[in-house]
């Protein structure tokens, strides 16, 4: 099975820089996602990782460490319309994806 | 880039109805897609895997004689819920993954279900 664990809310100011953490122990592994769910809306994508390390697209990056069963996503110059649900999820070797109940961000001026 | 598009985005329908939702994967060939459902501040949680000309494969605790899928083709599946009660109101979500050599490929999500039975 998976266990995936997140924060539940985080709130900041815009501007500022916040880092969301995951960590997870799961019976296979294939790969990290995080997406971004505004409410009552579908998930988009954010970021990828398989392999150790940072991967930084704009003001979002991702960094895992598989020996840790960690990952991070680090949102820099907040911005009001960040303010959402970020989920984090860990994908398996059929592909199926387990979700993290997610962590609500709230970004205030 | 892909789009999925799932129909309708809202339904609203008396108990014991049975509804269908479709979701169309619109510039890709997939031969997986994924039905989730997500009740009010929870996580999306997996339902069942459609697979491309062959059964679905259930999560544990999902019924498959009440949450029908077909996957007829490469860029069609639809989920049927057979006689909705109020307890099956929730948002429903599927998603769609590339063939072959999208090993790094994320999944890509339709616009979601929101399924309410009176």
């Known amino acids: 099975g998976q266990n995936i664990d997140q924060p539940t809310e985080m709130t900041a100011t815009e501007g500022a820089i916040v880092q969301i953490n995951c960590t997870y122990q799961t019976s296979g592994f294939n790969g990290l996602f995080w997406y971004q769910q505004h409410a009552g809306e579908a998930p988009t994508f954010l970021s990828y990782?398989?392999?150790?390390g940072l991967e930084e697209k704009g003001r979002f990056s991702s960094f895992l460490s598989r020996s840790k069963g960690y990952s991070y996503l680090l949102l820099k110059e907040l911005q009001m319309k960040d303010s959402a649900s970020y989920l984090c999820?860990?994908?398996?070797?059929?592909?199926?994806?387990?979700f993290g109940a997610g962590t609500t961000v709230t970004v205030r001026a | 880039g892909a789009v999925v598009s799932q129909h309708p985005s809202w339904v609203i329908c008396k108990s014991g109805t049975s509804v269908k939702i479709e979701c169309r994967s619109l510039d890709f060939q997939a031969t997986t897609m994924f039905w989730y459902r997500q009740f009010p501040k929870q996580s999306l949680m997996l339902m069942a895997t459609s697979n491309e000309g062959s059964k679905a494969t259930y999560e544990q605790g999902v019924e498959k004689d009440k949450f029908l899928i077909n996957h007829a083709s490469l860029t069609l599946s639809t989920l049927t819920v057979t006689s909705a009660h109020p307890e099956d109101s929730s948002f429903y979500i599927c998603s769609a993954r590339k063939m072959r050599g999208s090993g790094n490929q994320p999944q890509h999500f339709g616009d979601g279900t929101r399924l309410s039975i009176l």
């Open positions: 999820a860990v994908r398996d070797g059929d592909y199926k994806l387990s």
């Open positions: 990782n398989v392999l150790d």
